[in-house]
Every structure is written in C-alpha cells, then in structure tokens.
C-alpha cells in the first residue's frame, strides 16, 4: 500500500494536484475529480469526459451504488471498447436510456475486480495523447473485470438501443 500511495502522491504533485501533507492519503475520489476537471477542460468534440465517468462509476460500484449507475456505466464501456463510441455518442446513449422510465437491475459485482489500471495510472500520464490513450487502456481494464454481464450489456444494448452485438 505505501508504493501505491507514493506514485500517488508523486502523479499529484507532477500534475499539479493539489496535495495536504497532512491527509496521510489521496484518495481515489480526489484523483478522480482532478481528472475530471481536466477532461472537462478539454471541451472537446469527443466528450472524453463521458469515459472516465462510466469507468470510474463501474470500478467503484459496490453494495450502495445504484443500479443505474452500474447499468449505464457498463453500457458506456461497451459502447465505447467494444463498438468505438465517442464519449458523446455514449453521453446521448445515456440521455436516451434515461428518457425509459424503468428500474434498472445491476448485474452482480464481480468479486474478484482487479483491473490494473486505476485513476492514479491515468494522472500520470502526461496531458494530452499519452493520457487519453492512458483513458482507454482504463476503460478496457475495467471493462475486463466485468466480462461475465457482456451477453447481458450486449442484449441490453441491442434491445433498448438497436445496437447490433
């Protein structure tokens, strides 16, 4: 755990993120908004920000998180991994969902999530193309651990959104 909070901490302070000497450590909600204010930042027409949400919601989902945002999460990654959707594209996708009022079941969390890429990998990344293709290696990562629902994103995709599997 001290190697992991040292490159951390060292990817915080390479990339200007702001970091208190007297938390004894960062955490992955704190990189996460670093990465999101640069994603955002980017104002770019292909949405990368939508990307980092849905890996994030996905590697992060737990007991407490809602249904809907391990469904869309996994829908995103899918859509963007596996059919090379835009982070716009997937943003719409979203939007389209949310407009079917429907309760939304989550498929199981796996129990042995180990995606090897993190928040932390992709902030040190330097700006620019080395860290989006750092945000793409992340997505697949964690879109890797979920593998077992794929039928089901995929049949969920096809139904809901005519995207062919």
């Known amino acids: ?11 915080c302070e390479t990339y ?13 909600k704190d990189l996460y908004d670093q990465l999101a204010l640069y994603t955002l930042e980017l104002r770019d027409p292909e949405f990368i920000h939508q990307h980092i949400v849905d890996a ?13 945002a391990i469904v869309f999460g996994l829908i995103g990654l899918y859509l963007y991994v596996e059919k090379n959707f835009t982070g716009r594209q997937v943003q719409r996708v979203h939007m389209q969902l949310a407009k079917h009022n429907r309760k939304w079941t989550a498929p199981a969390i ?11 990998d992709v902030l040190a990344a330097p700006p620019g193309p080395m860290r989006h293709a750092m945000i793409r290696r992340w ?7 979920w593998q077992a629902t794929r039928s089901q994103i995929a049949a969920l995709a096809r139904t809901e959104l005519g995207v062919a599997p």
Request: contains cysteine; neutral net charge; charged residues 20%.
């Open 139 to 145: 997505c697949e990562s964690v879109w890797q651990d």
């Open 56 to 68: 994030y919601a996905v590697q992060h989902a737990g007991p407490g998180t809602k249904p809907i």
């Open 110 to 120: 796996p129990s042995d999530q180990r995606a090897t890429i993190g928040v932390a």
């Open 16 to 28: 200007g993120v702001m970091v208190n000497r007297s938390q004894p450590e960062i955490s992955d």
């Open 1 to 11: 755990m001290g190697l992991e909070r040292n490159l951390i901490r060292r990817a």
